[in-house]
């Protein structure tokens, strides 16, 4: 049974305060959420700087935290999405933004590699959760005709918190060497993005479980139905194949994400490194230069990854899931591999926009569909596993890409010779969104359906 909307309207004209009010929180819950993934990024670099002893590679070393920080993400995924919806996603959530908020604050008083990455560790599992919670509150208490237009826009905002990090760096980049000391901007970043997620635990303490999830609960001790259960969703075939392919389509979004995409800062500041030595600039003014820079890149890449979102979200609607993640992959192959191979100056800035546009684009898709995929007593659930699980496969992207890097690298002695190997292991790693395209041939349509429950299986 199909679920247009007969009235025509934007999908903002269907909700009411109440659903206002929802939407609002958890796409806040998910903004701060992303801003503090976004400083992490930019703040990697000087972190590992600072804390590493004399000799260490801050690269290799900033991916170890990297992968840290995404297998916490991965664990937290499993336990907070089963644990929202056997108790509730609204004090689930409350509970992941109040963990991740606290370690980011804590992670600028790391004193060395160790407790940093325990503290990233931390982090992951409350940001973990955030996800997989925030999609399954908006889909269970907004009406059916808005859900797809209001996750493609909450994942979409996710922008604005990256943007924001950016904005942070640019600014703190400007003060470095002046109001804060040279290579301490970094603590600075870690304890800016803890406040707003803090604070927004006390707007979340008024938010009310869906009445959807609250019904389905209720109905639930009455039948024995298991909610939050790993081992309902791989036990019943209907729920563990679509687990298994969301699984690994969001791999392939993932990986090239957090494996490849978000090491652009890494790129961008190698190249305006080398061109302003070239220029005779004096080292304090290179580390602030590329503070900045490396925050202008954030910001350019998050503008094009809001349109991206926007863009997938519309084309999903109109042309339906699979098309739309079929376009977006291979446009994020493209764009990614021309990014890390051509990017030599700051005029090329733009290729950072349109990478961001192809790639993030991709995870408005996995807002949208995901919960299509499963029951109200496992959508959280199955959506975190979906989307987090794959990361403890993600988690090996930035080893692989220093080792990668390393093996590529055998003998070269000069930066340039490291920086093209850096280019062609981020390249080839690229790959991992054709992977990507051959699981969406396997995918399930779900435009137009209403999100599936126990029961006779819709037909298709």
Not at 119 to 131: Q, Y
Request: with cysteine.
């Amino acid at each position: 049974m199909k679920s247009p909307n007969v009235s025509g309207l934007p999908w903002w004209r269907l909700l009411n305060r109440h659903h206002w009010f929802v939407f609002t929180v958890a796409s806040l819950a998910w903004l701060f959420d992303c801003l503090d993934q976004q400083l992490f990024l930019l703040a990697r670099g000087g972190a590992m700087k600072s804390l590493l002893p004399v000799g260490a590679d801050p690269k290799l070393y900033g991916g170890y935290a990297t992968a840290i920080f995404v297998a916490g993400w991965a664990t937290g995924g499993l336990i907070f999405g089963a644990v929202g919806d056997r108790i509730g996603r609204a004090k689930t959530l409350a509970m992941t933004v109040l963990l991740y908020s606290v370690c980011t604050g804590l992670s600028a008083w790391s004193k060395g590699w160790i407790d940093f990455a325990a503290f990233r560790f931390a982090t992951g599992l409350g940001v973990g959760g955030v996800f997989g919670l925030s999609v399954a509150l908006v889909a269970d208490s907004l009406p059916e005709q808005a859900r797809t237009g209001a996750l493609g826009m909450l994942q979409a905002l996710s922008a604005v918190g990256n943007v924001t990090a950016g904005s942070i760096a640019i600014l703190l980049g400007n003060l470095e060497g002046t109001t804060i000391p040279a290579g301490q901007s970094w603590k600075y970043m870690f304890l800016i993005g803890a406040l707003p997620a803090f604070l927004c635990v006390f707007i979340q303490i008024r938010l009310k479980e869906p009445e959807k999830w609250v019904k389905a609960r209720a109905e639930g001790r009455l039948t024995g139905a298991k909610f939050g259960s790993y081992t309902s969703l791989f036990g019943e075939a209907r729920w563990r194949r679509p687990a298994l392919l969301g699984m690994l389509l969001c791999v392939a979004g993932v990986v090239g994400l957090w494996g490849i995409g978000f090491f652009s800062p890494e790129l961008v500041g190698d190249v305006i490194d080398r061109s302003l030595k070239a220029e005779g600039v004096g080292p304090d003014k290179i580390s602030k230069a590329k503070t900045v820079w490396t925050g202008v890149n954030m910001i350019v890449q998050n503008v094009g990854a809001f349109l991206g979102m926007i863009t997938f979200t519309k084309a999903a609607q109109r042309w339906g899931r699979k098309p739309a993640f079929a376009v977006a992959l291979v446009a994020a192959f493209i764009s990614t591999v021309g990014f890390f191979q051509f990017f030599n100056s700051k005029a090329d800035i733009w290729m950072s926009f349109f990478m961001g546009f192809c790639q993030l684009g991709l995870f408005a898709g996995f807002a949208i569909y995901l919960p299509e995929l499963f029951p109200t007593r496992l959508r959280s659930t199955g959506t975190s596993f979906c989307y987090n699980v794959g990361r403890f496969i993600a988690a090996s992207g930035p080893f692989t890409l220093g080792e990668l890097q390393k093996a590529l690298a055998a003998g070269a002695t000069s930066p340039a010779a490291k920086l093209l190997a850096f280019r062609s292991a981020a390249s080839y790693i690229s790959l991992i969104f054709l992977f990507g395209l051959i699981v969406v041939y396997f995918l399930r349509e779900t435009k137009g359906q209403p999100l599936p429950e126990d029961g006779p299986e819709p037909a298709r």
